[in-house]
């Protein structure tokens, strides 16, 4: 059983360009959550998927979007990329029908921006 | 507002030593509570979580943490630590609808010979 796939697992964009990041979720998850991981911080939650549709969304500018398909899997966009965009981002998913459950995080992909 | 105070930024402890790792929070209700630890370039591994019940919650690698409402605090701990073990560990509440985690900015552990 795969656990949560990112992809690419590290990208270099140049200031202004736009990237799109891909995660497939854990088998028998259907709820994808992003999140942003700076140098020496803790992840902060950038949004979250569910049904395709956007379901919550943290502090975030609206440059970052994103994208839930059929099979569950996800991208997010980000546009106009700034230095500041440099990060790990990573992606976690789990179960919306269950309670309780626990989400499962990707190894990530690291985003430099130059 | 929802967050997590992880006071100590680094730790250095020798290997076979016990360790703690503070974790404070702020929440509106009972909190989901979890430990994650990240090894350089990784993801995230769960390695604990509390939604109720006992408050004292085993983990995975020999960790434990006790949630104690009344300090709202939900500390990290293992009785003898192992090289391996040297990472950076994140605390971190979920609200109750688990829709999305608040993260600590985590602890960096060394781990001495």
């Known amino acids: 059983d795969a656990g949560v796939t990112q992809s690419p697992t590290h990208l270099i964009k140049t200031r202004g360009q736009q990237v799109t990041l891909r995660c497939s979720p854990k088998?028998?998850?259907?709820?994808v959550s992003w999140y942003q991981q700076a140098l020496g911080q803790g992840p902060q939650f950038i949004f979250q998927y569910y049904e395709e549709e956007e379901r919550q969304r943290g502090n975030f500018p609206d440059r970052f979007s994103g994208h839930q398909f059929p099979n569950y899997s996800s991208e997010l966009n980000v546009n106009a990329l700034l230095l500041g965009d440099s990060a790990l981002y990573l992606c976690a998913s789990e179960t919306n029908t269950e309670l309780n459950t626990e989400a499962f995080f990707g190894q990530g992909t690291r985003l430099t921006v130059v | 507002a929802q967050s997590v105070t992880q006071p100590d930024i680094h730790i250095t402890v020798s290997e076979g030593a016990s360790l703690e790792l503070r974790c404070n929070y702020s929440?509106?209700?009972?909190?989901?509570l979890f430990w994650y630890v990240q090894s350089p370039g990784q993801g995230l591994q769960l390695l604990l979580k509390?939604?109720?019940?006992?408050?004292l919650v085993q983990g995975i690698k020999g960790f434990e943490a006790e949630f104690k409402r009344s300090q709202s605090s939900f500390n990290l701990r293992k009785p003898s630590v192992h090289w391996s073990d040297a990472a950076e560990y994140f605390c971190?509440?979920?609200?109750?609808?688990?829709?999305?985690?608040?993260f600590g900015s985590g602890t960096k552990l060394n781990v001495k010979p």
């Open positions: 971190a509440v979920a609200n109750h609808n688990f829709n999305k985690f608040y």
């Open positions: 088998s028998g998850h259907d709820t």
């Open positions: 509390y939604f109720s019940g006992d408050t």
């Open positions: 929440y509106g209700a009972t909190p989901y």
